[in-house]
């Protein structure tokens, strides 16, 4: 899972392998520390702590990755597919849906046999109908709350060969686009399959663009790197006492958890914990996530990080206010 080789990575690269995994108490691996100074334990969580008091919930939350723009094969190169529900899903966008027999385009160019801004398009086995839409096209190239759909698609390849199609067409290209792969575990002493070892399974391409949720609940009660650094010489103001109480350590207790957790976390030097989960990130494109990372699969690129329930929250807003606007001119004519 994301949340798995997030809290992995993020452990590793300070230094806490201890930390990583699902904290099995096994003769060669501890159980997690379970300190709520330590920010592996803290930001993730833990199952299994050094006490028989269970696990405790984390910081950080992780939605399932979605969808949002999806590569399609087509005789005028590789188009972005997306629909209405997906756009709306993401960043709270409104789009004129279209029937099953058209699609919208963020430019001409995906477009063939053009007559103005209308034309075909080519969706690898399928050929429709389809026209340029400023208000699709208006999506990506907005100023205003639309700073993470700008992000993801800087770069003009992939801005201009976006194509909109209806949710329902959506889902038969995409689950037609599917790869499906079958891999077999070969045992050693008999040459041939394991019992048990044959599956398939569907991987989506290489260029497809996920997004997900990731919710970071601070309270603001974990320790800076300076906080640390004073309690690590026994100093701490008297504001900074309630702290103690909201993260479990006894007072007596500070200046030994400081100390052992700065000599593990030598790299620790964020100021708040949303800074040093997102450093990890950079690991998984050449790390990957998931399984069958030794073939090379998995491996993917965080290509933006930020407030995008804001957007969501504007762009219904405004959408809303427009609404009432259009009502209330239709009433005075």
Known sequence: SLHGALRT???YELGRARCAGWGQDTEEKKKHCGS???PICYTFGYARGPSEEGGKQGALRISDARILLFPIRSVVGPLWITSPATLY?????????PDDKTALCTSKRPLLDSSGNKGKVNLGWLLIDAEEKDQLKSIFNSSAGHTALKSLCAEDVVKEQIVCVSDTLFSELVNSALEVRTSVSIDPETGAAAEGALFTYEAIPRATILWCDVILYDTGIFPSREHLDRWRQGEFEDKERHYFKQLGVKEKDVQKTANEILQDCSDYDSATISDFTTKPLGWFETLGVGG???RGFGRMRAVF???VESCRKKTEEER?????QSAGGADDD
């Open 320 to 324: 809303i206010n427009s609404e009432k």
């Open 305 to 307: 990080m930020g407030d």
């Open 292 to 294: 069958m990372l030794t």
């Open 36 to 38: 709520s100074a330590c």
């Open 9 to 11: 990575y993020a452990a």
């Open 89 to 97: 899903d993401f960043c709270g966008e409104y789009v004129s849906p």
